[in-house]
């Protein structure tokens, strides 16, 4: 069975730090390209970051450039993929989800991912 679970959300201050964290099992996702996407209200899903299936590739949102830092841990059965948010603003308030894709490439279309977390909530206050 596939999943991919989110955790570490949560509301803090602007200017605050979070780590979110995603375990992936259920496939050999060691060969996935992997990804963090985020939904605020009302608007449309939008790209974060990305990260190829060995880690050494790595891509980001303007927005988040600087700020975010995407970064992997292929154990055995399972993947670990972690987001560090560092300098949190207020418009990074969304519903954060990873996503798996082969052919394990960075890669910032949502549309390629064939396998998605539920996501995890980050709501962060002035």
């Known amino acids: 069975q596939v999943q991919l679970v989110e955790s570490g959300g949560g509301l803090v201050q602007a200017g605050d730090s979070l780590r979110l964290s995603c375990a992936a099992s259920?496939?050999?996702?060691?060969?996935?390209?992997m990804g963090w996407f985020r939904q605020a209200p009302g608007k449309e899903r939008e790209f974060v970051a990305a990260?190829?299936?060995?880690?050494?590739?790595?891509?980001?949102a303007d927005s988040v450039k600087g700020r975010f830092t995407i970064y992997r841990d292929n154990a055995k059965n399972t993947v670990y993929l972690h987001l560090q948010l560092n300098s949190l603003k207020r418009e990074d308030t969304a519903n954060y989800y990873c996503?798996?894709?082969?052919?394990?490439?960075?890669?910032?279309?949502?549309?390629?991912?064939?396998?998605w977390g539920q996501g995890t909530q980050v709501t962060v206050s002035a």
């Open positions: 259920g496939r050999t996702f060691s060969t996935y390209g």
């Open positions: 996503a798996a894709q082969r052919p394990g490439f960075t890669v910032t279309d949502g549309r390629q991912y064939d396998y």
């Open positions: 990260i190829s299936w060995n880690g050494y590739v790595t891509g980001y």
